[in-house]
Structures are given as structure tokens and as C-alpha cells.
């Protein structure tokens, strides 16, 4: 555990508790906190050490696991149209946190760029530029020779989708200045303080750890992938975490850049439904990461890691001899109904739960996380989308082996 954050050592009381110290428990820390309010946030190891501290940096459109299309089909359009607003406000959300709390997270990048990996991808991209602008948000097509000529090349890129829109940072120093900014307005950040079991009695909630109780009126559960479902009953069946890789170059010289032909700090992803994320970081290390093994034990991560690494040199083959000192993976995570979710815990307006972010959780777990803390306080700001009912995964016992199932037919897919 990192150094400075105390452990729950005995039973204690508090106004409001929050569970999990990433970005969406940390924002909505720092939220309550500003407003006056002390809150406890325990986390089962320290700020920042699940995939908020560990992810590809990507603070950008995203947070649901459906198209616009998709999103307007199923929660109308006027919904969509909401959401993506939300989209943009979140990524405004942590602009605004870097600036006010002086967090040097090395922002950089003009927004992301789409990849077609197949030629037919590249074919839609002036209709989705042309969605993308009708919504107010620059967005330019890049043909095959542009890719190259802008440092953007990849022997399987057939174009891009440049979306003007959000930025990179270093996840670990934005996590951490978070923290330090939550701390410093009155909230209490304890590490090594797993909660196992939340009950309610009296009209306090009980929060269970290995070293004492901590009763609260009111709490938040900002545990994402990392939570247990046996925390809460009502928690059981309504989140599935999904691993995602993730490596890391040695610093590139500007002429291995070159060679390559990536000489951009753009970040961007391909258009794969189990994509790869990539970008160039300002020190020129590369990062490259992929959705991962379906369960998190060793032996699934050991094959996922092999095969990102495969991936890799297969879509950057001038940097096959480069060194990967380092990989590691994290969870991202699902709801049933594929859009994040900040609502009360089986209809307790006391208790709420805030996650699912569908692998870009950089800006709509902070977005979320503020959220959360707003509705606690009696201000509903919620878009209907995140405010949508949490149902639980068909056969939910199954789930995890439904996926299983699906994942070869995505891969399938992303060959066609």
C-alpha cells in the first residue's frame, strides 16, 4: 500500500462512506468534500491501484458499450443526444480538475483517431464525421496516404477518423493528484481497507472490514470491475468485469519512430469490436493495449498478455526487436444494459452505486463519481441514461460463460 493512507485499525462512525478509491469514489470525495462534507472512502488497497492507476490514459468521448445508433434505438433519441453532451461535459470535468488542482497528468493529444482495419470501415467514416459535426464536434476522414503522411501508419490501417475531441494523460498522476485534492478538502482516504459486506440496521448502513465496522447514513459503491458481488444482494448479477492488457515500449528514438512511420501523440484505437488502444507517450515509450482474457487468473492473463504481444509486432513490425519491460492488465467493466449507471442500491436513496464504464472510464468515472455525489446531496443531474434502472444479466450465473461463448464470434468478425 502506498505510504500516507491510514487503514481502518477499529469500528467507526461517518456521515457518508464511499467504497473504492478510483476515479469515480475519488471524484465524488472531492465533490463532497468541497460542499462541506467529511466522507470515509475505503479501498481494498490504496487510491488508484485498480484500473484507475492502470489504464491506457484515454480521457475521451465514450463510456457505453453501444453506438449512437444503438443508444438512441433503445433509449430514444432525445436520451442519446443527452448522453453525448454528458460525453463531452466529463471530458470538460477533468480538464477542469488538472487546471484548478495544478495535476501535471502530461496532457497531450488532439483528441483520438479511429482506425479502419478493414476497408469497409473506411467507407463509413465520411457518414460518421458528418454525424460527428452535426453534433458540434470537429472531426476530419483521413485517407490511407494521409495516415502515412501524418505519422499515423500501421500496415493495416485502411484510414481514419480524426475526432477532435479529448485528450491523453498519465492515469497514475491524475488518480494521485485526485486523491491528494480529495484529502486536502476534508476527506478521509483509508488504504488496505477491503469491504466484504454491506448491510443496513437501525437505518445505518454497516460496512464491513477485516479490522473493524464502519457505520454510515449514507454511502456510495465506486468499486467498478473490482467490486465483489457478494458486497450487497442487490449487487449480484449486474456487472460483469472484462480484463483488458496492456505493454509498454522502452522510450523510441525519433528515428525507430520514423521507421515505423508512428510518429504521432494522437491517441487511437482500430475498429475492431475487441479493439486495440495505442498512443505514443511524450517521453516516446509506446503503449499498446487490447481487451483481454475472460477470466482474470493467471493462466488467462499469460495467454492474453502472448497474444497482445503477437498483435503488436504484427501491427507495428519495425518494433518487433523492441524491449516490453513492462505489461500488466486491469478490469474494465459491463452492465446488462451496456451504459454506466449512478443509482440507488436496491431503491435506498441512502445507498447508491456508480460504475460501469465499458473500458473509457478516464473521463465518465470522474464525470460519474461527481454524480453520484450530487445525487447523494439531493441534486439530480443524471442524463436518463445513467440514471436508466441497473438490471441484472440474463441466466446471470452463466454470464461469465456466455461471454466465453461470444468472444470467439467478435473475433471472427474482426476478421471480415
Known amino acids: 500500500m502506498e505510504q500516507g493512507w491510514p487503514s481502518v485499525e477499529a469500528d467507526l462512525t461517518t456521515d457518508i462512506a464511499i467504497v473504492g478509491a478510483g476515479f469515480t469514489g475519488l471524484n465524488a470525495a472531492l465533490t463532497l468534500a468541497?460542499?462541506?462534507?467529511?466522507p470515509l472512502v475505503l479501498d481494498a488497497h490504496a487510491p488508484g491501484w485498480g484500473a484507475s492507476g492502470r489504464n491506457g490514459g484515454f480521457c475521451c468521448l465514450g463510456g457505453a458499450g453501444l453506438d449512437d445508433a444503438a443508444l438512441a434505438k433503445a433509449f430514444g433519441s432525445a436520451a442519446a443526444d443527452a448522453f453525448l453532451t454528458a460525453e463531452r461535459d466529463a471530458i470538460d470535468h477533468v480538464?477542469?480538475?488538472?487546471?484548478?488542482?495544478?495535476?501535471?497528468?502530461?496532457?497531450?493529444?488532439?483528441?483520438?483517431?479511429r482506425l479502419a482495419h478493414r476497408p469497409k470501415h473506411a467507407r463509413?467514416?465520411?457518414?460518421?464525421?458528418?454525424?460527428?459535426?452535426?453534433?458540434?464536434?470537429?472531426?476530419?476522414?483521413?485517407?490511407?496516404?494521409?495516415l502515412a503522411?501524418?505519422?499515423?501508419?500501421?500496415?493495416?490501417?485502411?484510414?481514419?477518423?480524426?475526432?477532435?475531441?479529448?485528450?491523453?494523460?498519465?492515469?497514475?498522476?491524475?488518480?494521485?493528484?485526485l486523491a491528494n485534492a480529495a484529502r486536502d478538502a476534508g476527506a478521509d482516504i483509508r488504504g488496505d481497507s477491503p469491504v466484504t459486506r454491506l448491510t443496513k440496521a437501525n437505518g445505518r448502513h454497516l460496512l464491513k472490514t477485516p479490522h473493524g465496522t464502519v457505520t454510515a447514513r449514507q454511502?456510495?459503491?465506486?468499486?467498478?470491475?473490482?467490486g465483489a458481488e457478494d458486497l450487497h444482494p442487490w449487487?449480484?448479477?449486474?456487472?460483469?468485469?472484462?480484463?483488458?492488457?496492456?505493454?509498454?515500449?522502452?522510450?523510441?528514438?525519433?528515428?525507430?519512430?520514423?521507421?515505423?512511420?508512428?510518429?504521432?501523440?494522437?491517441m487511437a484505437y482500430d475498429t475492431r469490436t475487441l479493439l486495440h488502444y495505442f498512443r505514443l507517450l511524450p517521453d516516446g515509450r509506446f503503449l499498446f493495449g487490447m481487451r483481454g482474457g475472460i477470466r482474470g487468473t493467471a493462466a488467462a492473463d499469460a495467454r492474453a498478455t502472448g497474444r497482445m504481444i503477437r498483435d503488436f509486432h504484427r501491427m507495428f513490425p519495425a518494433w518487433r526487436d523492441v524491449d516490453?519491460?513492462?505489461?500488466?492488465?486491469?478490469?474494465?467493466?459491463?452492465?446488462?444494459?451496456?451504459?454506466?449507471?449512478?443509482?440507488?442500491?436496491?431503491?435506498?436513496?441512502?445507498?447508491?452505486?456508480?460504475?460501469?464504464?465499458?473500458?473509457?472510464?478516464v473521463a465518465m468515472a470522474s464525470y460519474t463519481g461527481d454524480l453520484a455525489a450530487r445525487?447523494?446531496?439531493?441534486?439530480?443531474?443524471?442524463?436518463?441514461?445513467?440514471?436508466?434502472?441497473?438490471?441484472?444479466?440474463?441466466?446471470?450465473?452463466?454470464?461469465?460463460?456466455?461471454?466465453?461463448?461470444?468472444?470467439?464470434?467478435?473475433?471472427?468478425?474482426?476478421?471480415?
Request: charged content about 20%.
Open 149 to 177: 503522411a501524418q505519422g499515423l501508419y500501421g500496415p493495416e490501417f485502411h484510414g481514419g477518423l480524426h475526432i477532435s475531441a479529448g485528450f491523453a494523460l498519465d492515469p497514475g498522476t491524475y488518480v494521485r493528484g
Open 219 to 226: 454511502v456510495i459503491v465506486a468499486t467498478n470491475g473490482y
Open 375 to 416: 445525487l447523494l446531496m439531493g441534486e439530480d443531474a443524471r442524463p436518463d441514461i445513467l440514471a436508466a434502472p441497473m438490471r441484472r444479466f440474463p441466466l446471470p450465473a452463466l454470464r461469465r460463460n456466455l461471454l466465453r461463448l461470444a468472444y470467439p464470434g467478435a473475433m471472427l468478425r474482426d476478421r471480415l
Open 235 to 266: 449487487l449480484r448479477g449486474r456487472f460483469l468485469p472484462v480484463q483488458s492488457n496492456v505493454l509498454m515500449t522502452r522510450p523510441l528514438t525519433r528515428a525507430e519512430q520514423e521507421v515505423q512511420g508512428w510518429t504521432t501523440d494522437l
Open 95 to 113: 480538464a477542469a480538475l488538472l487546471t484548478r488542482h495544478g495535476i501535471d497528468a502530461q496532457r497531450h493529444s488532439d483528441g483520438e483517431v
Open 124 to 146: 463509413a467514416f465520411p457518414a460518421e464525421r458528418d454525424a460527428l459535426r452535426a453534433r458540434g464536434i470537429p472531426a476530419r476522414v483521413l485517407t490511407r496516404d494521409d
Open 324 to 361: 516490453i519491460p513492462h505489461t500488466w492488465s486491469g478490469f474494465v467493466n459491463f452492465s446488462a444494459r451496456l451504459v454506466p449507471h449512478a443509482g440507488p442500491i436496491d431503491g435506498d436513496p441512502t445507498a447508491l452505486v456508480a460504475m460501469a464504464y465499458h473500458g473509457n472510464g
Open 34 to 38: 468541497q460542499a462541506g462534507h467529511r
